[in-house]
């Protein structure tokens, strides 16, 4: 009844956001007047207007005044760098974050372009903005792509990377926008706490921060501990020893009860993730080890034994960890990504070297630790988004002190989620998943699968090489993380099928009809790089090819071998690359090689100097040098041939499941010994005259060809004209042609059953 009185909190909460979202959409009318320069300088006046305040109060006042027209600012730069229009709601998302709060925003409502809004109107104060992603393929993309509307606007944007140096890292943290994982900015602060000397500092004070996917970091991750260690000297046979005896232990089938001892050596708590030995595995511990008491404090055994047995019952090669160039190295449980150079404290990474008999490291000790969530309450003001947060709300309002809003979707989702099956066997099961792989693929429709492990997505590659599929497969081994971007780019494309671990859970953007732009990249650095790139001893072209590798899968003879390989792989190398590309493109492209030799020597660069030239055209920002602009022009040609060649094959795809049918003259077949002419006019006209004009239009240029006598507009004008995508404009119509065959479907039904 009180709930009823009061309504719903949450739309309360956004109702009070309209007003400014209206703000915004009167002022996007002034500002699509605007030059580029001009709108530029819409920065400098709104830092102007900021420093002339010093308190962090006052700031944080003049920034709720500037807000309206910041974000407006931010989705006009976003239209003309990116082709994307922030939609009303994103608005709404931008501002819950701004408050400092969290977002709940379901999947492909555009997290990613939200977080522009926020991050550029706090980045104006100068002290800096951390965007917090859960890997380095995130961080990287979002700095690159998000990146360039910030550019754009004269802010400049840092990007935080495992691999880099201090003097790096002290550099990009300075920017006004940093992007980085949760994990390199904690051990980043704890670093920095260690530190002998100030300019051994890298991180500034804390202002601002957003947390992509925050319930997976503050939640699920909260107690985890980011440990710096030092080392400690121990004797390394012992681990060696102590993994022999306890290969020749036996484990209890169950766990003790009444305090009476089960039979076996020692028990498996999984829950707990701890071994114990019984009396009958302690005797016959110190009985292979030859020592009276495995607790003696002048040569104790315990510790190495009990670290022998977690290795060999609770650490799974391939799910834990993985063995890379004699080392293990482990494999984070909630992104399924490598950490190198981390370890398992207190003898446990030893103990795991020894039982897969690599060369054992020095044992370590912790010298500084701290949780995420002791880290990320350093934040005065944090801020998140993720698509499952209404459920955590109570532990982020208690344990952070941060509301939570959950965010409308701009259209009704469509998308089905299905029953789960249930499978007598493992193997039935994953035989299963292969067959309907292999169905989906059949049609011409992308698809991704989801494994738990490496293990998972090795098993699953297999079987679907026994069909002879191609396929990629992205998982913690080092040959695919390598090729994790190029993956991703394509497995929207048609008939793609990709194999992924929680690599590609969290945060993974996957474009239907594959990612042009980046694709486009990869084209051209397939290109320059032979002509451009200093040659290296071991080095290969970044070519990418899908996975087809021997199948062994659940077949009884495991060393037979098939000869499909080759094959598979040839036809795999030109799914790549599914355009051939116009001799006029391919004339242009070898001009402009010699060109770039000329200018900037024959192969004179670093493959990492070649990537930022390709990064740097790719981007819309402002550029005098000719080059970039001709590499610019050469990366707009191949991404337009690639856009189209994939479209036809969009357009090509039937989704027979649905029931719809793609093309009027498929209708027309359909319906012409059923319906009268006149009667599928009347339907079509009835259909038309109940959706928007936007839609209507598109559909007439794209699907019906009803012009008017007007010219027939392209995707790609189509969207100009809306402010949308190309792609957009190819979804809305598929979209509403679609529910218009689905209606035509159904009144044919009709009139048999008639």
Known sequence: ????????????????????????????????????????????????????????????????????????????????????????VQLIGGMVLHEGQIAEMKTGEGKTLVATLPSYLNALTGKGVHVVTVNDYLARRDAEWMGQVHRFLGLSVGLVQQSMSPKERKKNYECDITYATN??????????????????????????????????????????????????????????????????????????????????????????????????????????????????????????????LKAKELFTKDVNYIVRKEEAVIVDEFTGRVMPGRRWSDGQHQAIEA?????????????????????????????????????????????????????????????????????????????????????IHQQGRPVLVGTTSVEKSELLSNLLSEQSIPHNLLNAKPENVEREAEIVAQAGRSGAVTI?????????????????????????????????????????????????????????????????T??????????????????????????????????WGDRALSVIELDDYIATAAEKTPTEDQNIEELRVAIQLIKNEYEESNGNKWDKLESEESGCLKSQEDIEKQVDYILLVEEFNKIKTNFLNNISSREKEILNHTKFKELNNFKELTLGQLGKKFNISSERVRQIAETQFNEFSKIIIKNKKNLEIQ
Not at 212 to 220: P, Q, R, T
Not at 362 to 371: D, G, K, R, V, W
Request: net charge negative.
């Open 1 to 88: 009844m009180l709930g009823k009185l009061l309504g719903d909190p949450n739309k309360r909460k956004l109702k009070s956001f309209f007003p400014l979202v209206t703000d915004i959409n009167v002022l996007e009318e002034d500002l699509v007047e605007l030059t580029d320069d001009e709108l530029r300088r819409k920065t400098t006046e709104f830092r102007q207007k900021i420093e002339q305040v010093t308190s962090f109060k006052s700031q944080l006042e003049i920034l709720d005044q500037l807000l309206p027209e910041a974000f407006a600012v931010v989705r006009e730069a976003s239209k003309r760098v990116l082709g994307m229009r922030h939609f009303d």
């Open 566 to 599: 080759k094959n598979i792989k040839s036809a795999s190398l030109q799914n790549i690359f599914p355009v051939l590309l116009t001799e006029e493109t391919e004339q242009r492209l070898v001009l402009l090689a010699s060109k770039l030799v000329k200018e």
């Open 500 to 564: 992924a671990t929680n690599m590609a859970g969290r945060g993974t953007d996957i474009i239907l009809g594959g990612n042009s732009d980046y694709m486009a990249r990869l084209k051209i650095r397939e290109i320059l790089s032979s002509r451009l790139v200093k040659p290296e001893e071991g080095h290969k072209p970044p070519i990418p090819l899908q996975r087809n590798s021997p199948s062994v899968g659940f077949k009884e003879d495991q060393n037979k071998k098939t000869d499909t």
């Open 355 to 439: 039982k897969e008999n690599l060369p054992i490291q020095p044992e370590t000790q912790t010298l500084a630790s701290i949780t995420y969530q002791n880290f990320f309450l350093l934040y005065p003001r944090l801020s998140g988004m993720t698509g499952t947060a209404k459920t955590e709300e109570v532990e982020f309002e208690k344990t952070y002190k941060i509301e939570t809003a959950v965010i409308p979707t701009n259209r009704k989702i469509s998308r089905e989620d299905w029953v789960d099956q249930v499978f007598k066997t493992e193997s039935g099961k994953w035989r299963a998943v292969a067959k309907e792989t292999a169905d």
């Open 183 to 308: 994990s390199e900015l904690g051990f980043d602060y704890l670093r920095d706490n260690m530190a002998a000397d100030k300019s051994e500092i890298v991180q500034r004070d804390f202002q601002f921060c957003v947390i992509d996917e925050v319930d997976s970091i503050l939640i699920d991750e909260a107690r985890t501990p980011l440990i710096i260690s030092g080392q400690v000297e121990r004797p390394q046979e012992k681990y060696q020893k102590a993994s022999a005896v306890v290969a020749k232990l036996v484990r209890a089938k169950e766990m003790s009860k009444d305090g009476v001892d089960p039979e076996g050596d020692y028990e498996v708590d999984e829950k707990q993730r701890s071994c114990i030995l019984t009396d009958e595995g302690f005797a016959k511990a110190e009985e292979l080890l030859k020592v009276e008491d495995l607790f003696d404090p002048k040569d104790p055994w315990a510790h190495y034994v009990t670290n022998a």
